[in-house]
T-cell receptor, first 114, second 114 residues
Framework: EAAVTQSPRNKVTVTGGNVTLSCRQTNSHNYMYWYRQDTGHGLRLIHYSYGAGNLQIGDVPDGYKATRTTQEDFFLLLELASPSQTSLYFC?????????????FGEGSKLTVL | GDSVTQTEGQVTVSESKSLIINCTYSATSIAYPNLFWYVRYPGEGLQLLLKVITAGQKGSSRGFEATYNKETTSFHLQKASVQESDSAVYYCALSDRGYQNFYFGKGTSLTVIP
């Protein structure tokens, strides 16, 4: 069973704070993604990566950095958090080699910026 | 652009009644989009419910069905008789043929009342 684990599950910080969201997948997948989910919006892609050291910009990258340190680990960095970044964040992985088209999602990280 | 529009907000259905969640798509830069329904149960990440990659085909899973209609650019999700355990948020999505880019709808929150 494919597994994607996110931490922390819940985080509260203040405006200007520094936040790191972590994601680990044990699927041996090449692709990993960070999405945000807000009321009234579908999932929106922030950044993605197709391997260690690689980073691709998504649709809503402003205010976010990301780093893929290994095939398993993908981090989302908010260096100066703002209230507009209050959201539910999902990490996902996918296997491009099999072309199954299936994204495997973590359980989500709820971030509140006061 | 490429996008997905689905029944917005919340839908409440009595147990054993039928369900339809509408989904239409726009794929201006994708010649042959793949279509998906994902579901997010409370406290869990999104998981694939069903996918169809060929126009005219029907996908089914857990009693849910959706038919890829290229003429009407639709991919409605249907179930003949819902159960309380179907209460979840449902997302329609499309991707390009190579599964590189995914576009999600805003999600439809289904509540099934006993």
């Amino acid at each position: 069973e494919a597994a994607v684990t996110q931490s922390p599950r819940n985080k509260v910080t203040v405006t200007g704070g520094n936040v790191t969201l972590s994601c680990r997948q044990t699927n041996s997948h090449n692709y990993m993604y960070w999405y945000r989910q807000d009321t009234g919006h579908g999932l929106r892609l922030i950044h993605y990566s197709y391997g260690a050291g690689n980073l691709q910009i998504g649709d809503v990258p402003d205010g976010y950095k990301a780093t893929r340190t290994t095939q398993e680990d993908f981090f989302l960095l908010l260096e100066l958090a703002s209230p507009s970044q209050t959201s539910l964040y999902f990490c996902a992985s996918s296997d491009d080699r099999g072309h199954t088209g299936q994204l495997y999602f973590g359980e989500g990280s709820k971030l509140t910026v006061l | 652009g490429d996008s997905v529009t689905q029944t917005e907000g919340q839908v409440t259905v009595s147990e054993s009644k039928s369900l339809i969640i509408n989904c239409t798509y726009s794929a201006t830069s994708i010649a042959y989009p793949n279509l998906f329904w994902y579901v997010r149960y409370p406290g869990e990440g999104l998981q694939l419910l069903l996918k169809v990659i060929t126009a005219g085909q029907k996908g089914s899973s857990r009693g849910f069905e959706a038919t890829y209609n290229k003429e009407t650019t639709s991919f409605h999700l249907q179930k003949a008789s819902v159960q309380e355990s179907d209460s979840a948020v449902y997302y329609c999505a499309l991707s390009d043929r190579g599964y590189q880019n995914f576009y999600f709808g805003k999600g439809t929150s289904l509540t099934v009342i006993p």
